[in-house]
């Protein structure tokens, strides 16, 4: 599990790549990312998403996330993150998976 705080900007691209790559040598075969903590996400924010969902695709590392408020909910349907990152509404529906 990876716990997304505070802003999501291209700026926030070393530590979340940082995290993913400390999960993948400790060889995690699924990605869950913890949005509760999410304050502000731009489209930069959105960009290193794709950008870690392209790196966990190429491993056969499927992503979920949960805790995602209403406003980013609609941001993921509307870029259709939605269809590549699978969204639960809490923590444990989204580990079990």
Do not use: C, W
């Not at 291209?10 to 075969?29: F, I, K, V």
């Amino acid at each position: 599990m990876i716990d997304i705080k505070g802003d999501i900007t291209a700026a926030s691209e070393p530590a979340l790549m940082s995290a993913y790559e400390q999960a993948a040598r400790q060889g995690a075969r699924r990605l869950v990312l913890n949005f509760s903590d999410l304050e502000y996400m731009n489209s930069g924010g959105i960009g290193m998403l794709v950008t870690l969902l392209v790196r966990a695709n190429r491993q056969h590392q499927p992503l979920a996330a949960y805790g995602l408020s209403a406003h980013y909910r609609e941001i993921f349907e509307l870029t259709r993150l939605d269809e590549a990152i699978t969204i639960y509404d809490d923590e444990r529906s989204a580990l079990v998976g």
